[in-house]
């Protein structure tokens, strides 16, 4: 080993600064570059607002999430959430890191075989199945989460007239101690309706029962309703055993861990609270290791975790457009990214911040979008520092749900680029233009 250089020690001193009401220091934080990059020199490029991925970051929590996993469960299988973003870049990404794809609309189906996802590895889940998209999904051999019994007698009737065997699994809902429950997907389990689904399926000469799904909510606090919900799919696995000697192939405990984003209402920061990957995975495996099933029979692991494997990768670029005050002398700030292309801003406090130094002094800012429209507000109430029209800020954790649920209302939708990870950057969905509306629209 190489000697270390000698250093000369130096006493620095400790600007810890003025304890926030959290107790962390009250200091601003400041993000002038994403992966190197300059934000300036982002904007400069590829316009404002600006929506920005990293492929660094990507890669880097999907080792961290599959290392939580793999190091206690011998077979484990992620499915990418495809509508927690679906830009094909983005996609390509975690297929690339041996992700499935997990769908829920005959359109993300259709997505996923495009971009060349072989058909058994797509997990289609979803209340809105057609006898079309059945057909697309028995053809392609992906497995199916059927979500009601609607759905059950559709399949049965598809199967038969295509004369092929369907592959299929339950969606269940369940108490988990998380309320309200989402008992509108799937079959519940308390009521044994989950129990009588099995049944009607292992009785159906065209359906093949090979596994066993849940997706209990989402941003989930409480690692310990991951165990709950493991133990009641171990219950029905063995029960499937029991009854029919029939070993399922998959228990998929769904998506819903979360991310370091804080909700409204939160009184710590997201990011001092989640559980980590870690913590999930841990609960979730010793339910399923301590069980009753065998250990050479254990099924695999699948999970669909979305938000908590990208929020952290997206950041939205955004210029200041205005600083007043209300009529009350609040301090009123307008930007130029609303909630057009932030839908997540609706339940997190999402952190905004500047990209340049700025002055030490804060008050208490709303921050608004820039929409003709009174419910465009991204922040009502924080603690923001003076900045200048035309100084660009940066919003962080909105990899999750914001380009797929985002809206076209009064202005375009903008560019949204990759850094990639030896730091060049590409366009990755091209800024809307008039142009994007005229192929779509009538004349008249
Ligand atoms: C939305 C969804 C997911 C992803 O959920 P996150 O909370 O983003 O992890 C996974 N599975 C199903 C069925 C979903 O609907």
Redesign the pocket.
Known sequence: MEKLKYEKPVISKITAGVPSKFGLPAKQKIISEIDGTKVSDLIEEYGSPLFVFSEKTIRNTVAEARRAFETRYPKVQFAW?Y??NYLNAVVNIFHDEGSWA?V?SGFEFEKALALGVNGSHILF??PEKSAKDLELAINNNACIHIDHFDELYLLIETARKLNKKARVAIRVNMDTGIYPMWDRFGFNYENGEAWNAINRIMLADKLELIGLHT?IG??IMAASAYAIAATKLANLFMATHRKFNHWLKYIDL????ASKNTLKGAYMPGAETCPSFDEYAEAITNALISSEIPHENLPALFL?????LIDDAGYLLTTVLANKRSSTGRRNMVIDAGVNLLFTSFWYNLGIHPSQPTSEYMEETTIYGPLCMNIDVIRDAINFPHVKTGDQLVIERVG?YNVTQWMQFITYRPNVIMIDSNGKTRIIKKKESLETFKNSEAKD
């Open positions: 959430s509508k927690t997990e829920v889940n979803g997706h989402t941003y769904g998506g819903g861990f669909e975790t979305g938000r908590a999750a």
